[in-house]
């Protein structure tokens, strides 16, 4: 059982770059799939980025794909997402999702959330 908590999170300008970590407790990190989701005002929560648990495969939505890189540490129980190039639409709360899935682009696999840390990127 892990429990993700994220942070980073902030206002930054558009063009500009954010980190998003996600800390998550418990002995077996590196056994769960974890993913970024986020959700903007009036949206429904959206697909981010996903990596396995070894790290050797990620994945991305079209939308963020060649900005955003996400990665992890499994020796400090910790994942990134570093964000590049951020754009007013990219405005959202984004949340850490912790899971034993093998369909990592849905949200449904993912049994474990955190509480979210909003983004804001101005025009």
């Known amino acids: 059982q892990v429990q993700p908590v994220e942070s980073g999170g902030g206002l930054v300008q558009a063009g500009g770059s954010l980190r998003l970590s996600c800390a998550a407790s418990?002995?077996?990190?590196?056994?769960?799939?974890m993913a970024w989701f986020r959700q903007g005002p009036g949206k429904e929560r959206e697909f981010v980025s996903a990596?396995?648990?070894?790290?050797?495969?990620?994945f991305y939505a079209d939308s963020v794909k060649g900005r955003f890189t996400i990665s992890r540490d499994n020796a400090k129980n910790t994942m990134y997402l570093q964000m590049n190039s951020l754009k007013p639409e990219d405005t959202a709360v984004y949340f850490c999702?912790?899971?034993?899935?093998?369909?990592?682009?849905?949200?449904?696999?993912?049994?474990?959330w955190g509480q979210g840390t909003q983004v804001t990127v101005s025009s």
């Open positions: 999702a912790a899971g034993k899935t093998m369909n990592l682009l849905g949200p449904h696999g993912y049994d474990y």
């Open positions: 418990g002995r077996t990190f590196s056994g769960y799939a």
């Open positions: 990596i396995t648990g070894s790290g050797g495969s990620t």
